[in-house]
């Protein structure tokens, strides 16, 4: 019985991406516009933030996820749902607690009496885009749940593996702030993270504006879908297109090792940091229009990729240095390929 549904899931999403085949547009030019139309849309939600939503949207196009820290009250939950409602895909979000359990999650097995047999329940991982709102208010055991989802985009269940539709984005959002009940992110999960950002406050004139919009009703209420899971689709494979020079990997390769050997960074950035900076910046050369990749997008990549991936020693950390301004540090310290 297990085996059908699998079978049934996987003709099922073959059939649906056949037929967003037909209207997919098939030149690059088409693909940037509705990307800039997704941008834009999100952007009539979390006013002011504009680099933010690129970098989230271009973990989206490059196939990875985003972890998303900050204080309370400044937007990240509202973020995930803007994207959300822009998308016309399947979302879900899980509210992450002490008592969650692994399977609350990616689903389990579950008898019917009536029916007296076994069937699959899938778990709310199963969509589209995921928000895991408060990722580090629940245990290890569940955290280490979407390892496999997030890496792999299927999960194991009682020895049968379930394909996660496509695409798959998770967005995690914490409070870096707060200790009590909380469990840290392993290195090994954080590492699942394309990038790690932080919304920050807004400024007067953008919380100015908030506050004008949202005194009858909230803008993510009227948002409406401008692009579909296909096009997504269509965007990552146009992403993956994107040229990249030796001379920009040498450069990645030069702040990648750069990390390694820091005096106080006691873990550096590792293999799949590289893959997942030169990842972004193609993402980032999309999102400009471009189909190849510039320094810029390097410099720009760098922090948000590499930041959350480094673990500095102790005494750096009690000398108030931190992971963000180490690898500002280090870029401006490279020489810039011509």
Request: charged letters at 20%.
């Amino acid at each position: 019985m297990k085996e059908n549904w699998a079978n049934s899931l996987a003709r099922k999403l073959e059939e649906d991406s056949r037929q967003r085949e037909s209207s997919l547009p098939v030149s690059f030019a088409q693909l940037t516009e509705i990307y800039a139309k997704l941008h834009e849309n999100v952007s009539r939600v979390i006013v002011g933030k504009g680099d933010v939503i690129n970098l989230v949207l271009t973990a989206l196009v490059s196939r990875g996820h985003v972890l998303l820290e900050d204080i309370p009250g400044v937007g990240k939950t509202t973020l995930a749902k803007s994207i959300a409602r822009s998308i016309s895909a399947s979302y879900s979000r899980i509210q992450f607690t002490p008592d969650l359990l692994p399977s609350d999650i990616t689903g389990s097995t579950v008898y019917s009496p009536k029916e007296e047999r076994f069937y699959w329940s899938p778990g709310p991982l199963f969509a589209n885009i995921v928000l895991a709102d408060e990722i580090n208010r629940t245990s290890p055991r569940t955290q280490s749940a979407l390892l496999e989802a997030m890496e792999e985009q299927q999960v194991t269940i009682d020895r049968t593996t379930h394909q996660l539709p496509d695409p798959f984005f998770v967005i995690a959002t914490q409070n870096p702030y707060e200790l009590h009940g909380t469990f840290p992110l392993p290195e090994n999960q954080t590492d699942r993270f394309l990038v790690s950002l932080s919304l920050g406050l807004p400024d007067r004139v953008s919380e100015q504006r908030m506050v004008r919009e949202q005194l009858v009703v909230h803008p993510l209420e009227s948002l409406d879908p401008v692009i579909d899971a296909g096009q997504i689709t269509a965007i990552q494979a146009a992403v993956r297109q994107i040229k990249v020079a030796d001379s920009i990997i040498n450069y990645s390769l030069d702040i990648i090792t750069a990390t390694r050997n820091h005096p106080d960074v006691v873990i550096g950035a590792s293999p799949i940091a590289t893959i997942s900076l030169v990842h972004t910046c193609q993402g980032l050369a999309f999102a400009n229009g471009r189909s190849y990749v510039i320094p810029d997008d390097v410099k720009l990549a760098a922090a948000p990729v590499l930041a959350h991936r480094i673990v500095l020693k102790s005494r750096s950390t009690l000398k108030g240095e931190d992971a963000a301004g180490i690898i500002s540090a280090i870029v401006s310290s490279r020489r810039v390929p011509v």
